[in-house]
């Protein structure tokens, strides 16, 4: 343990692995809750969007990826208070434009193309000072609003409309929520990679709803379910020499495994 | 004092005419029941009332006030219980929980639920009937049991206004009668009003002051035992209704155009 | 609630096991200590180039495992590590190495010197297939070691790997100047094997009746261009760039009028798209290797790497019947 902590990289492998774990872990709470899944993988696809269009305007890509998200985040927001269609389908539908679009971009610019899914990559191995500035930044500002507002987010994901006729603003929470969520996503993709922070967006909130029937010991499980996984899986793969996100990801759906025999042969 | 007024009031949806300049009005303490075939306008009109639709033409006054302003100056004026009781039947939290909902629009943004919040959730569930369950998951509870849960989570703000829109109809035949009969002590106890929305020509208008059918238009407003023509009722349904009566309490007999209506 | 009480313990068990299972410790590189330099090389044959030069005086590792693409790649902690005590990093450039560049500042070794291989080099772009609108650079941000951005197969021409070769062994005597003499005879003899297989591929390819080529992704211009080759189609331009339904036209309109008799593809790239065309045309789907690796037959070393691309494109392109 000691031995692991002595590399730089391990260290910030491990801050920066607490930090998502918390941040994600409570926002994997109302992923689930509000069903949207799939966020992480559509938004990520987004962000592919934004950095080719980035690459297109010659404008700093990082810039494009996260306004291009929060746009898209806010569109799948709109659209479902507006539509009479799903977020998940909103979901389904910008993340197949998405892709499109950034491919069409690459399509138009006449030139021997820089791998684009290799300026998205982000793996929990390489993450620099600036990235654990960014995440911290990021992660203690989305925490912050989300404990201010969580009796709202509660409230709008269990029945938003109930919620706005009770008098809770639920249409800008719904939006702040979904914003959040988008910056969340876009600034861990650059610093751990897409994989990570989608499995970390839904399975600690899957493996927390089996063991608890209350959102009390819902949130406190889902966070506990990232932060083990996280630790765990950095250490798992320094012991045998695995692929540190892989390994992460794998031992969260283990976790998840266990939970849900749990939960069925408890009955 | 009038809880509602509804004047000239036309809503369009689509390009289609759902309610064509409907007039209504509600007393304080008075109870009324909208009944009417599916596809009438019920649930329009209810969101119209609750600020969710807008309207073409007309107005719409609760204790004097539209219905944006009085959702957002005067949180809790309005109780509302919906058809379907939530849409995730895992959500967890508790009846309890469920409750004090009710009241985070009047407890405000950034303000953390009190202990006296909890209290007051506890008291309404025990005037539903429900304390026993205050702690079960939402989710494990009767049809019956959760529509009494959000009716006290509507009671929680101490409402002058109780809307239903078919409360009753994931409840089971057997609940439905003690359900209308704990809305109507309510009403007197509380001195609510209430308007309760619903396709159950059977039961529901007589536990109210007075029936209104909603067709698209409005067709009538007054005394349960004169609604309860069937001739009027054929004018609301658009369709043959008939009734076997024992004494003023009517029951429909014709099953087959429920399917109809669904 | 039993099983809250067999779960649980169970869990715990496992993890305890995995962690002080015996074997655990095996990996980490660090644990011998060896007077050995250490160097990380981004691919395949890099590697194999730079071990060629350094021989027993340096441990020579590879980040990208045979078969993987960058996309997915993701490393070991054994791996960053490796990173963290090298004294060498031995790259392509072009824009090749994007996520490499990250992992070297994420490890912030500051004894680490980069060679990058495209650096000075006449790289082809894209444009010069196109309208010549002037190009920005771009580079600004990602570090100013690997020069502009182009196509990145450099090594699949003999002739830049002699170029390649000196740079390597340059930095090698700089990082190690107690070997300088054993570096610099390694480096001339191998150079001189490299020369050698420039010419036998220049005899081999000189015989070639068919001159026109088509290729999953451009990986082979370089190797075109040394050879009076003609790379006349490519299926897929960049990474995830689909082709259009002209390109696709195009490319099955060259096929047919030029003879061509395989369609390349590479096994490192699905090759549905190169199977589609090659059945629109009545082509064969034979696999070039740009990349091989560490124990794949035939393509464990740079040289024989070469020798067996050389092979298949004789087999389609040797003779006319």
Not at chain 1, 162 to 174: D, E, F, H, Q, T
Not at chain 2, 57 to 71: A, D, K, N, Q
Request: proline fraction near 4%; glycine fraction near 8%; hydrophobic fraction near 45%.
């Amino acid at each position: 343990m000691i031995e692991l902590l002595s590399y730089q990289f391990m260290q910030r492998a491990l801050a920066a692995g607490i930090i998502i774990s918390l941040v994600c872990g409570i926002l994997s709470f109302f992923v689930v809750l509000r069903r949207l899944s799939f966020i992480g993988v559509g938004l990520s696809h987004a962000a592919f969007g934004g950095v080719a269009l980035g690459f297109f305007l010659g404008v700093e890509p990082t810039w494009t990826a996260i306004g291009f998200c929060v746009a898209i985040a806010l569109l799948i927001g709109m659209i479902k208070h507006k539509g009479k269609i799903q977020e998940d389908t909103a979901i389904g539908i910008f993340f197949a434009a998405n892709m499109a679009f950034g491919i069409m971009l690459i399509g138009l610019s006449h030139r021997y193309n820089v791998d684009l899914f290799g300026y998205l990559f982000g793996n929990i191995l390489a993450i620099t000072a600036y990235d654990l500035k960014m995440i911290t930044a990021v992660g203690s500002l989305v925490l912050v609003i989300t404990a201010l507002f969580f009796k709202e987010l509660l409230f709008c994901s269990f029945d938003e409309e109930m919620a706005g006729i009770c008098s809770v603003p639920a249409v800008p929470l719904n939006y702040l929520f979904m914003v959040l969520l988008s910056l969340v996503i876009v600034v861990s993709i650059k610093v751990v990679g897409i994989v990570l922070v989608s499995a970390l967006l839904v399975i600690p909130a899957a493996a927390g709803r089996q063991f608890s029937s209350n959102y009390r010991a819902m949130l406190p499980v889902s966070v506990l379910v990232g932060l083990l996984s996280t630790l765990g899986g950095l250490f798992l793969s320094y012991r045998f020499d695995l692929p540190s996100g892989s390994t992460i990801v794998l031992l969260a759906t283990l976790i998840f495994g266990l939970s849900f025999l749990w939960e069925h042969t408890r009955k | 004092m009038k809880v509602l007024e509804i004047s000239n009031l036309t809503v369009v949806r689509g390009g289609t005419m759902i309610l064509d300049n409907i007039n209504l009005e509600l007393e304080e303490g008075q109870s009324l029941a909208v009944i009417g075939p599916n596809g009438g306008g019920k649930t329009t009109l209810v969101k119209t009332i609750l600020g969710l639709l807008q309207p073409q033409t007309g107005s719409i006054r609760i204790m004097g006030l539209p219905p944006e302003s009085v959702i957002r100056k005067r949180p809790g004026t309005i109780g509302y219980v919906a058809q379907r009781a939530f849409y995730d039947p895992d959500f967890p939290v508790s009846a309890l929980d469920v409750v004090v909902m009710g009241k985070y629009g009047k407890i405000g943004l950034l303000r953390p639920v009190g202990r006296k919040d909890r209290e007051e959730a506890l008291s309404c569930l025990e005037t539903v009937g429900m304390a026993d369950f205050a702690l079960r998951p939402i989710g494990q509870l009767s049809g019956g049991q959760q529509q009494r849960a959000m009716i006290a989570r509507s009671l929680i703000t101490h409402p002058r206004m109780l809307i239903l829109d078919e409360p009753t109809s994931g409840v089971d035949a057997g609940s439905q009668e003690n359900f209308y009969r704990l809305l109507r002590d309510l009403q007197s106890s509380l001195s609510l009003s209430i308007i309760q929305v619903s396709h159950d020509i059977a039961l529901v208008p007589s536990y109210s002051d007075q029936v209104a059918c909603l067709n698209k238009q409005l067709f009538l407003h007054g005394k349960p035992d004169d609604v309860m023509r069937s001739d009027i009722l054929k004018q609301a349904y658009g369709c043959q209704v008939e009734f076997l009566f024992h004494g003023t309490m009517p029951h429909r007999t014709v099953e087959e155009h429920r399917g109809h209506h669904d | 609630m039993i099983m809250k009480r067999v779960i649980l313990p169970l869990f715990a068990i496992l993890i305890a096991v995995a962690i002080w299972y015996p074997g655990a410790f095996r990996q980490m590189p660090d644990r011998k200590r060896s007077s050995k330099i250490k160097v990380v090389a981004s691919i395949f044959p890099l590697a194999d180039i730079t071990h060629q030069v350094a021989g027993e005086r340096a441990e020579v590792a590879v980040l990208l495992p045979a078969g993987a693409s960058p996309h997915t790649f993701e490393p070991t902690p054994g791996q960053v590590s490796e990173l963290s005590k090298a004294s060498l990093f031995v790259q392509v450039g072009a824009g090749l190495e994007l996520w490499a560049d990250k992992l070297i500042n994420a490890v912030g070794n500051a004894g680490l010197k980069r060679v990058t291989a495209a650096q000075g080099i006449d790289l082809i772009t894209g444009e010069e297939e196109h309208t010549g609108s002037d190009e920005h650079e771009e580079e600004a941000e990602h570090g100013h070691d690997h020069g502009k951005f182009g196509n990145p197969h450099i090594w699949l021409d003999p002739a830049i790997v002699s170029g390649i070769v000196t740079k390597i062994e340059e930095a090698l005597v700089e990082a190690d100047p107690a070997g300088e003499d054993y570096y610099r005879n390694r480096a001339e003899s191998y150079r001189r094997e490299v020369e050698l297989l420039d010419k036998e591929i220049e005899r081999e390819t000189a015989k070639f009746v068919i001159r026109e080529f088509v290729s999953f992704h451009s990986s082979w211009p370089y190797f075109a261009r040394r050879y009076n080759l003609k790379q006349a189609g490519v299926i897929e331009e960049a990474p995830g760039r689909e082709p259009t339904p002209r390109e696709i036209k195009k490319i099955v309109s060259i096929v047919r009028s030029s003879g061509i008799k395989a369609v390349f593809a590479e096994p490192q790239f699905s090759a549905s798209a190169a199977r589609a065309i090659a059945e629109n045309t009545g082509a064969k789907v034979l696999f070039l290797d740009p990349l091989g690796g560490d124990g794949i037959p035939g393509c464990d070393s740079y040289i024989n790497l070469m020798r067996h691309n050389l092979k298949i494109m004789k087999d389609a392109m040797g003779n006319e019947k």
